[in-house]
């Protein structure tokens, strides 16, 4: 089994909320498809967290002390 990614989980769980929204499963095939999203949700929200430590950790000082920048992307940064 390949191993699975954020990225990869993020499309199967785009995939399964639009086979989902459709209706046109049948109830039990829908609720296997809710279970296994549920899952990919876990999933990548575990590694939303393990990510933001990595960039804490990233972001301390000399001293230890971490410090906090707002992100700002390129598109807000033209506007200001």
Known sequence: MAKQTFEKAIKKLELIVQQLESGEQPLEEAVKKFEEGVKLSKFCSEK?????????????DQMGN??????ISESESEDG
Not at 53 to 59: C, P, Y
Not at 66 to 71: A, D, H, I, L
Request: charged share 40%.
């Open 48 to 60: 939303l967290d393990e990510t933001e430590k990595r960039i804490t950790i990233l972001l301390k």
């Open 66 to 71: 971490v410090f906090e920048k707002p992100f």
